[in-house]
């Protein structure tokens, strides 16, 4: 099944809001086998919403349309549809009451600006919203099924896994199915070539998606042996550099690491700033191997907080694998935990020296039978650095147990 | 100046990807007084690609391409545009060599596959790429201009930033200018009814861009004496509920109160996991103020590292008010800092009980004075309830420090 998309709205065009909804409904898509083949992104004026509707390619048979169907001045997706498809509308009453009594519930008088939401098409349907007051609506013309749903993300989400996906997969003929492959600690090129000669005798589908903090590689077939197949020719190539498959994420591959091994970890944090615990908490179940972490972002803290000597930080500085390694040690012996993770490095713009530049960055990984410290030089950019600072981290846990 | 979009790759359709590219470009272009007008993303053929320079609207004036310029196999915008735009290649020696050093330099042999980046057309520009190895093309024709760039975020920011604004700027006039005014702690039509009568009397345009943490409020004019009018009269209705302007951050908003009040503050976190102390070191320039955090996942590290009681624990649980003040309390002391901060709650989307469901959530703030403390009931999703509670948090903060 082929699906199009079109997001409404000048703040994603004009970038105050990213546009998290449309990846979102590509993977659900994806899961039930249909493919977004087109999205475009247009200016909320009927005028351009119409103009969208319109310009839908002809191999598109579901066209899903997301935002403007609030209840403020802007908010005019509805009757831009209903304009288009020449589709009179009438005043649901029993949904008004419906709102009425909601926003009673809550202890807050409906605005009299809702009513509009309480309008639907003569000839079309309209979809539940369990969440908020905008409902969805659904228009059949012309042969091409249109479904408009709110651009709120929790909304358009709930309404999408409760209405939506079930309408569309009984729709589906030969899925195409997709395995992906999650690396870390390797270029982009340099996976390709050592790939290359996979490549070359494959005919299945094989994209790279290299992200910041690594490149997923991504398998495509209508035929599951293909796939399986491939996947296991990657792993013994690359092996190494894969933490795991699908959309899992590497804090969540090292959870599952700690479990199996029962193993806890403490976390010292000074360039991360919180980072790496806050990625570790992410993953539900983390309380289990994660009891806790120190951000001793003041030098005075990682004395106080984390026992690392005075004369440690005066001789070599905070950003030096000898602090590093003691952080390490402090937040395993102060948590009494088994394995102690710290950075320590200069996340910038400011703070670089010649000797010891913006970017620079030490980890340490405390464990039963020592520390394994690593030095890295990253970018200048701070939210960068944090991000590619916490990644190398993390993954030095991962290569601490997947080594032993 | 209207800019058209086509970012390229069948990952960001499936949703393997989130463009964030988009938002970004959005942004720089509305900053030099242009306006992006239509935004699409389109497959990695060959046949799409060439599908959707053709569809572009005739309004736009620059079309923006992103993506596919990488050295592997699935890279196949150069080629597709110089098909479309009937322009012969040749080999850049000159590049080459360059490439073959920048390689060298970091002790990388080049890739065989790096090769066809050194292609260049004959009839238009290359766009130098100071962060990798893909090159920028610019080529005009039919009277479109268009750029196309590489899709990998850090690298198509750079040449922006270095070519591809500068070059914009130029060709721009009577821009329209934007004003945004960033709420939190207010839900949107509650904001909407109450500048009802501001927005009934003004023809300036004014749109609510409602986010999980907060309303941004935007004006677009091209007249900046209407925008300040406008502003000016908002401020008035709805000021407490305003952090800032533009597209300043809750915790930056904060880090400037904490600055000129010449305060320090610690962070206690315990179902935020490090998500507050993540949000403080984002900042350039934090230290000043941020000294450090205790995560204090488990309770054992609450006793050890925050001196809440035992006898509270035991009385109260670790999701209440009492243990919120004694964690707040504990990090001000132990930290030596003026504020003290602290997050419990259940974070979900196990844990709850009838009693303390999903959600709960309490924050301490202690200050010089004593201690202010919140209860929230939040949703049932894990990553929104720490979002949601970090914003909480902060914005406890300003509240405290803007009613002193």
């Known amino acids: ?15 105050f809001t990213t546009d ?28 351009d919403i119409i103009r969208s509707i319109e310009s839908t390619p002809e191999d598109v048979q579901v066209l899903i349309i997301t935002g403007g169907l609030g209840p403020t001045h802007d908010d005019i997706t509805a009757t831009s549809l209903y304009h288009w498809a020449q589709t009179e509308t009438e005043f649901d009453e029993d949904y008004w009451k419906e709102l009425e009594e909601k926003f009673k519930n809550r202890n807050v008088t409906i605005p009299e600006i809702n009513k509009n939401q309480a309008l639907k098409p003569i000839d079309g349907e309209m979809i539940q919203n369990p969440v908020g007051s905008a409902r969805g609506i659904r228009i059949n013309k012309n042969g091409l099924d249109i479904i408009a749903l ?20 009984e729709n589906i003929h030969n899925p195409i199915h997709n395995q992906t492959l999650r690396t870390t600690g390797i270029m982009e090129s340099a996976l ?24 997923d590689i991504r398998i495509s077939s209508a035929d ?10 990657i792993f013994h190539a ?6 795991g498959e699908g959309d899992i994420l590497l804090e969540e591959a090292i959870g599952k690491l ?22 570790f908490t992410n993953v539900s179940g983390s309380s289990v191997y994660f009891h806790g972490g120190i951000i001793a972002y003041q030098n005075k803290v990682k004395i106080t907080e984390l026992n690392v000597k005075k004369e440690t930080l005066e001789t070599f500085g905070a950003v030096s694998e000898e602090t590093a390694i003691e952080m390490a040690k402090g937040i395993q012996s102060r948590l009494q935990v088994n394995l102690g993770l710290s950075s320590t490095g200069i996340a910038g713009p400011g703070g670089g020296t010649d000797e010891k530049p913006v970017g620079l960055l030490f980890i340490a990984l405390a464990h ?25 981290a993390l993954n030095m846990i991962r290569i601490h147990l997947t080594r032993d």
């Open 1 to 15: 099944m082929k699906v199009g998309l079109i997001t409404i709205g000048n703040e994603l065009l004009s970038g």
């Open 20 to 47: 998290t909804n449309a990846a979102w409904i590509g993977q659900r898509i994806g899961e039930v086998g249909g493919v977004v083949i087109w999205h475009l992104t247009t200016q909320d004026s009927r005028e």
């Open 150 to 169: 709110p651009g709120v993300p929790a909304e358009m989400k709930a309404m999408m896994t409760l209405s939506v996906i079930p309408l569309l997969d």
């Open 192 to 215: 390709a070539e050592k790939l290359e000669p996979i490549l070359r005798e494959t005919k299945v589908k094989l994209a790279f998606l290299p992200k910041l903090t690594g490149v």
């Open 224 to 233: 599951t042996n293909e796939i399986s197949e491939l996947r296991d020719a």
């Open 238 to 243: 690359v092996g190494k550099y894969i933490f």
């Open 258 to 279: 700690l479990i199996k091994k029962n193993l806890t970890i403490g976390v010292a944090e000074s360039c991360t700033g919180g980072l790496i615990s806050d990625r």
């Open 368 to 392: 039963a039978k020592g520390v394994m410290t690593k030095k890295f030089n990253l970018t200048k950019k701070r939210i960068i650095n944090k991000e590619l600072a916490s990644q190398a």
